[in-house]
């Protein structure tokens, strides 16, 4: 079951994978986070929710044969009216590629890109909240935007959303961190030229693990590959890694875990 209470608007509530491979990603995150799944909804396509002992945590469909999308994890922020949210964003500058339409009666969303072209998805609630819960080992616990600067992209997501945007002051650190009522919600990273090429500016899903070395182990024995080995960071001790399609993503042990 899906938690009861509404996400305030701009809060990270879901993160969704589409791949080629339905089965063979199911097994990869099965064998790596212990998720089992569920069916639905089909209104896109095939598509599966996970779920960690009985709650669901993340989603993966299946794309078309004829589409060759770059695979990657969606992080989905919360709103209240997603055709008002759409609207926003292209009147800020953004672009909406899919939507806004019914994923049947779980709710209604919209895929779209900010400014500097990091893809999102919007999802208004009606039956599916979102990811029911976030902490333990195997359940998204952070999502970070990834991008050249901050400040001009953060202005786009404060329009939007309504969040409070506080930089970091810092010489050699282009970080802020979003807000919502005094809470901490999400993060912007500038990392510049250091952008990869290949992906450009986008939002980056951290992943909770009980050891983030052994999780790496695993993921490079079960077909992924290991980008960035285990280091300690503010967060915790993380690896940046990829599943056999290519869906980069982040593990993490928290600090104070």
């Known amino acids: 079951m899906t938690e009861a209470t509404r996400r305030t608007p701009g809060t990270p509530c879901w993160v969704s994978l589409m791949v080629h491979g339905l089965e063979p990603t199911r097994e990869f995150y099965n064998a790596l986070f212990d998720w089992d799944f569920v069916p639905g909804p089909q209104q896109l396509g095939p598509y599966v929710r996970a779920l960690l002992d009985g709650r669901e945590v993340a989603g993966i469909g299946q794309l078309p044969p004829d589409r060759n999308l ?3 994890w969606t992080t989905y922020l919360a709103t209240d009216d997603a055709d008002e949210t759409a609207e926003t964003i292209r009147c800020c500058g953004g672009t909406v590629a899919v939507g806004p339409l019914d ?10 890109s900010d400014p500097s072209g990091a893809v999102f998805g919007v999802w208004e609630a009606e039956a599916h909240h979102g990811t029911a819960t976030a902490g333990p080992p195997g359940t998204p616990v952070w999502n970070e935007l990834l991008t050249y600067e901050t400040s001009s992209v953060g202005k786009f997501y404060r329009s939007v959303f309504g969040y409070e945007v506080e930089p970091v002051v810092s010489a050699d650190l282009d970080y802020a961190t979003l807000h919502l009522g005094g809470r901490p919600v999400a993060s912007l990273h500038g990392v510049g030229n250091e952008l990869p090429r290949d992906r450009g500016a986008h939002w980056m899903t951290y992943f909770e693990v009980a050891d983030t070395d052994r999780a790496a182990l695993l993921v490079a024995e079960l077909g992924g590959q290991v980008l960035r080995p285990p280091r300690e960071g503010t967060a915790g001790r993380l690896a940046l890694v990829a599943d056999p399609e290519g869906a980069v993503f982040t593990l993490v042990r928290s600090t104070g875990r």
Do not use: S, W, Y
């Not at 994923?103 to 779209?112: F, N, S, T, W």
């Open 70 to 72: 770059p695979i990657a």
């Open 103 to 112: 994923a049947g009666e779980a709710g209604r969303l919209v895929i779209c």
